[in-house]
Nanobody
Framework: VQLQASGGGLVQPGGSRRLSCTAS????????MGWFRQAPGKELEWVSS????????YYANSVKGRFTISRDNAEDTLYLQMNSLKPEDTAVYYC??????????????????????WGQGTQVTVSS
């Protein structure tokens, strides 16, 4: 399985960016997917997840109300729409996929170890 994240780049504070993630070998629409990020010198941080089955989405408090996770089943693509970007959103963003087709309980959606496959990351820099 290979996950490919794309869409990163340089954005001004207050701007928007949409990240995309595709997978080869396992359909995105059939598995719980997540977005994580890692800023320089900091630990990996969970950003958002979308569960399989009910398609319920979850967000870290730091991005709630600004970011939206979604997936296009026809295109089999995962998205992260990021609005009102702040300098502290600067990080490498990773998409991740859970191997099991079963949904995850809410308390576990932000735990990196429940995801089995990871993309290579895409850099998002928020700066003027």
């Amino acid at each position: 399985v290979q996950l490919q994240a794309s869409g990163g780049g340089l954005v001004q504070p207050g701007g928007s960016r949409r990240l995309s993630c595709t997978a080869s070998g396992r359909p995105i629409r059939s598995h719980t997917m997540g977005w994580f990020r890692q800023a320089p010198g900091k630990e990996l941080e969970w950003v958002s997840s979308i569960n399989t089955g009910d398609n319920r989405s979850y967000y870290a408090n730091s991005v709630k109300g600004r970011f939206t996770i979604s997936r296009d089943n026809a295109e089999d693509t995962l998205y992260l729409q990021m609005n009102s970007l702040k300098p502290e959103d600067t990080a490498v963003y990773y998409c991740a996929q859970r191997k099991s087709p079963n949904r995850i309980v809410q308390s576990m959606v932000g735990v990196p170890s429940v995801y089995d496959y990871w993309g290579q990351g895409t850099q998002v820099t928020v700066s003027s």
